[in-house]
């Protein structure tokens, strides 16, 4: 999976996070005989769901049963999907990681949410100096989210193009931005920035 060996070649989990969050969904919508097919399947791998709401049911996934989970879905049809046309099942995994330095092997030093003073950058619980990847691998499609905290000095250049080699996804030229401490001493700023991959 491109996923899994981005996050072996560049981050290690963050210190205070046990494990990564992964969970298998149903969603509603879908045809009848198809989300209970996909109900037999999650529940003979996984056990019973550990929510069920109104728009989609979730199981937890154990790490040990990832791979089974993913070889559920290759055999997803494209009638898995919602009436929004939206995969029916995923698989989603995700949480939060810190960049690897490659001269060292070792999270870059200086880039934690500590020498940030946990500053949170937006409502979603996202925390400067701590990256982190959002994967949905679904019955009819998927998608990555990302969020990566790079050291701000001259060695952002190397770490944009390390990352860069090995992530599944091109980044744009466009979302750069420098979080500088504000003048008052008590949180951050973000500037824009010309990204340290453009030549």
């Given at each position: 999976?491109?996923?899994?060996?981005?996050?072996?070649?560049?981050?290690?989990?963050?210190?205070?996070?046990?494990?990564?969050?992964?969970?298998?969904?149903?969603?509603?919508?879908?045809?009848?005989?198809?989300?209970?097919?996909?109900?037999?399947?999650?529940?003979?791998?996984?056990?019973?769901?550990?929510?069920t709401q109104h728009t989609h049911c979730e199981w937890r996934v154990r790490a040990e049963r990832v791979n089974a989970i993913l070889d559920a879905l290759d055999g997803a049809a494209r009638e898995d999907v919602t009436r929004y046309g939206r995969p029916l099942v995923g698989l989603v995994v995700g949480g939060p990681a810190r960049l690897i330095d490659p001269a060292t092997g070792e999270a870059y030093a200086g880039v934690s949410v500590e020498d940030s003073g946990r500053f949170e950058v937006d409502g979603y619980g996202r925390t400067l100096g701590v990256s982190g990847v959002r994967a949905t691998i679904g019955s009819t499609g998927s998608s990555l989210s990302l969020w990566l905290s790079f050291p701000g000095d001259h060695r952002l250049p190397a770490a944009a193009a390390h990352v860069q080699e090995h992530a599944p996804v091109r980044f744009s030229v466009k979302h750069w931005r420098r979080w500088t401490p504000s003048r008052t001493g008590d949180g951050y700023r973000s500037i824009r920035i010309p990204s340290p991959l453009a030549r």
């Open positions: 999976m491109q996923v899994r060996a981005f996050l072996d070649a560049c981050a290690v989990p963050a210190e205070h996070v046990d494990a990564q969050a992964s969970g298998f969904r149903l969603w509603a919508g879908g045809p009848e005989d198809r989300s209970e097919r996909w109900r037999q399947i999650a529940t003979e791998l996984l056990g019973g769901p550990r929510r």
